[in-house]
């Protein structure tokens, strides 16, 4: 019965993981046509880390304010993406979890940062190509009104972290670890929910 109810999600994961080595392909290319080298804007160094790590801390505080507010537009957004993505992530592993964070970080900070916002850079001031970056990281995950707006404020921010920080890996590091929080909570929020609500 278990591995029944858990196909699903081990189809979600796959075709999640699929659409972000899409985006990796996507950015290599479009890399390739710029002449922009992704991995010279990886720049690792031990401040690149730390920073990388801290800059997480406010991501975490906003999305502790997002799931325990209660304005009513985050909390129809809390109830659409659980409700969406909860029974999907449910039962997946910590390492599962991981693996999918880590490579949803890399694809879309390679793709969002260290090509589309170096690219536009070359033909447009800085702050209007972290704009622009930003507002496609936005539509791109695209769930709701409320859920792209907050996707491309966290793109600005991701992307200052970029500008700011001058190497790929922190916005990289933040990126992920935001998101395996995020997906930890998810789906273990969601068989809470159930449990719940069946007794």
Known sequence: MESISS????????LALTGEAGLLLLAWALSRWMGISPVQQLRPTLSSWVWGVAATVPLL?????????????????????????????????ALELAALAAVAGISEEVLFRGVLQVGLEKILPKILALAVASALFGLVHFVSREY???????????????????SLLTPIISHALYDFVALLYLARLRPVSMSSSQS
């Not at 196909?7 to 796959?14: N, T, V």
């Not at 906003?62 to 409700?83: E, F, I, K, Y």
């Not at 792209?148 to 001058?166: I, K």
Request: no cysteine; glycine share 10%; proline share 7%.
């Open 61 to 93: 505080l906003a999305l502790r304010w997002v799931l325990t507010t209660n304005w009513p537009p985050a909390r129809q957004l809390v109830s659409l993406v659980a409700d969406q993505l909860g029974p999907l992530l449910a039962g997946r592993s």
């Open 7 to 14: 196909e699903p999600s081990r189809g979600f994961l796959r």
């Open 148 to 166: 792209t707006l907050l996707a491309t404020v966290m793109g600005w921010y991701l992307g200052t972290l970029f500008l700011v920080q001058g």
